[in-house]
């Protein structure tokens, strides 16, 4: 009865600190994005849709990251990091249409090749879908290790 | 494998933090990029041409320096044929600098008028298409570009020779006055000597001379010609040939009927 009692009272702080820490995270990368859209709001006025294309961007970002630490200890937290690698990935290869911006106003047209930056993003999404991989497969390798002891 | 995850983790988080510190400040850095055009000139070029210059200036208060700054301008008749294009290159912009380019173009006027004729004697309109890029950053490579027409004010324009006037020379010739009238429209200064042929009905050369004319931008020009012809071929009708000289083109001839 009593063990019972400490394990519910485990569970719970490990929930509570779980939610914490997702909180913590998500709190830090908004303030980041809000910092760092001071930067962008210049890009905003020639670019219509940019502050949208970077909000739902931040916010599935977010709502993975948030997925992933409640999760945590578990597999699941691999499909969501997995899940936020190829989000990165995918959202910015479609957004930014390969590379090639091209925006036009009156009868200026602006393009901007970003195809170098978008290499970068896509070889560090690679390395954080590598690296969630390695850790799912680490998760399981070390749970099947202890389920024989 | 706990150690190499973890390493991978950092490394790529710092990576991360440097990618969106990099991109975000070389966005802002935009922001603090100042274009600014100077006065339009036409001026003679030394290579018989019609040189167009464009002073840009260039402000770079950004954080980074700018590279492979390029103007390009390419100049389309009405058609849209080609008349002139180039390109001038500033390899590197540094930061906190203002540089001053000056964009020249020569523009050919024998090449012009061998393609049409009336860049000469009607006000038109030329397209300009113009292109100004660079690497934001020295490594992000960004372009804008546009079009737009450009009223091309003609050197000639109405260009008419008034009908001959005859009063009598001597027993054989008389003395043959034509006037002549023109408005300069261009943004440049025409002088050279027009040389005129006067041709009755039969297509005899009935006699010539020449004049010369010095007209500034946008004003007019009248002026006449004084030759002498024989009187017993003279007919009420024929034509003229004019040719014209000029430091910048020559042409002729030009074909106009009189009576």
Redesign the interface.
Known sequence: MAEEKTDSKKKIRNITFRVLKATIKAVIVYA?YFF?MQ??A??SEFVPGFQQLVETFVIVYIVLMVLGTLTSGTIFQYFFNTAQSLYVMLYLLLSLNGGTLSVGFE????????R??LM??IL?SL??L??SV??AV?FL?ERAEYGRI | ??V??RM??I??TF??IF??AF???A??S??DLRFGFGEPQFTIAPTRGLLFSLPINIENRGYYSISSFYVTTEFSGADGSVIAKESTLLPIIPKGELVTVLHNMTLNLDDMLENNEQYLFSDSEMRIAASVGMN?AE??????????SFPWGAPFNNLSFGHPQCTAFNSTHLTTRVSISFENHAAFDVAGKIKLKIYNDAGVLLGENETGFNVPQYSPYNGSFESYVPAAEITPSGHFEAYIVTSLFDYGPVVIPYG
Not at chain 2, 139 to 148: D, G, M, R, V
Request: glycine content about 4%; aromatic content about 10%.
């Open positions: 980041l760092l930067f962008l210049p890009v009868n200026v047209s602006l393009m901007v090749d970003l170098l930056f970068i993003v560090l390395l954080g590598a690296k390695l850790q680490n390798n | 494998m706990n190499p995850i991978i983790g490394a790529t990576f991360w990618l969106i991109a975000a400040s966005v802002y935009v922001k934001l490594i992000l490579p960004a372009e804008a570009s546009t079009n737009f």
